[in-house]
């Protein structure tokens, strides 16, 4: 990285740029240096935005990703993946889709009553619902708000089926609860690794647990009796698909029955926050992993095809679904299939005052 580069390189963060909101019209810049003067050290620290929500569960009708519903109590992460497709959806707020996304995180503190509202609906049938389908609900703020510690009492109390991803190692606070709903088929973890490479991690994906911690996940969970699955997603061609058969024999040796993957693809403004971050990081990788990332893409960094999109196309995108699946039957993955039981569910009865 070049010295200039390194004086405006935000470390700690993912994204290196705030690219404009498509929805807002105005765009701020800093006109001149003396202008403002602390425009380099405004919102460098993360702030909280509480929102009122109406629902907090969305139904997801793409037919690319397994889940049917889905519950978010944050908005925003700071996790700081520049590659993380949630980025998109931070501009419906209001916000940008680069550092913005990392800084200014939504809170949405009714997120438990709301929970228990929709539960509550006439004719729920107790479809599974996914804690983080959009982002991390186990992100840095989790340590302080704990709301997906209070869906999961509600999602015990209830005997919802419950589906979760995480990359934060802060999922172990939550073992006793999340073990109680094993021991009734209520829920399924899946932890997310996209390499095992440290110093790659540390730039692509700064602010969460490292490989080490994530496959720590995936053994005490697996101990404890909860089915695990690892999603290794995304694999950037160039970067990381080579680390395929290392990720999956590490995940199956510590526990995990299930994978499945995802190839990098750079829909909206992703595509200038990675291409920004690439150069900044991997200058001598650039038009290698770029040219690759396109190859699969149909020529684009994104396809939004269903069908297509996930996985990609082409060569490249063959050779990486070949590998995976070799891997995946050498290793034991995949061949256990995780059925999860919608029949206990039961609104818990109101107890009555007795006064």
């Known amino acids: 990285m070049a010295a200039d580069e390194e004086k405006t390189y935000f470390k700690g963060r993912g994204a290196q740029v705030n690219p404009h909101n498509k929805f807002l019209k105005d765009v701020y810049v800093k006109a001149y240096d003396e202008g403002i003067d602390d425009w380099e050290e405004q ?67 009714d997120a438990p009553a709301l929970f228990k509202k929709f539960l ?50 802060l999922i172990l606070r939550d073992i006793d609860l999340l073990a109680e709903m094993a021991k009734h088929k209520l829920c399924m973890v899946y932890v997310s690794i996209n390499s095992l490479n440290e110093d790659l991690r540390q730039v692509m994906e700064p602010r969460t647990t490292t490989a080490k911690q994530r496959l720590k996940i995936a053994e ?17 061609p160039g970067l990381s698909d080579h680390e395929i058969p290392k990720i999956l024999k590490a995940v199956a040796d510590a526990g995990a029955i299930k994978a499945g993957y995802t190839v990098v693809r750079l829909n909206g403004a992703i595509g200038s926050i990675f291409e920004d971050w690439l150069r900044k990081n991997f200058p001598d990788r650039f038009d290698k992993v770029w040219h690759m990332i396109q190859s699969c893409h149909g020529g684009h960094v994104n396809d939004s095809r269903f069908g297509d999109r996930m996985r990609g196309d082409g060569n490249i995108a063959e050779l990486i679904r070949d590998n995976f699946r070799l891997h995946c039957r050498l290793n034991g993955l995949n061949q256990k299939e995780i059925i999860l039981d919608h029949t206990l569910f039961k609104v818990p009865c109101a107890q009555t005052s007795l006064f």
């Not at 990703?65 to 992460?77: H, I, R, T």
């Not at 969970?221 to 950037?236: F, K, N, R, T």
Request: glycine share 6%; proline share 4%; aromatic share 10%.
């Open 43 to 109: 919102d460098k620290k993360t702030s909280f935005i509480f929102e009122h929500s109406k629902t907090i569960v969305n139904k997801v009708d793409s037919p690319d990703v397994e889940m049917a519903y889905s519950l978010n109590p944050y908005q925003g992460c700071e996790h700081g993946c520049t590659y993380c497709y949630a980025r998109n959806s931070h501009q419906y707020w209001g916000y940008s889709a680069g550092l913005e996304f990392e800084r200014k995180i939504i809170v949405k503190k």
């Open 120 to 169: 509550e609906k006439k004719g729920w049938d107790a479809s599974t619902i996914s804690l983080s389908g959009n982002t991390d609900c186990y992100q840095p703020a989790e340590r302080k708000f704990r709301l997906t510690r209070q869906l999961l009492e509600i999602a015990l109390e209830y005997k919802q089926p419950i589906g979760m991803i995480t990359k934060n190692s």
């Open 220 to 236: 005490k969970l697996s101990e404890a009796g909860i089915p695990m699955g690892v999603m290794v997603a995304p694999l950037v």
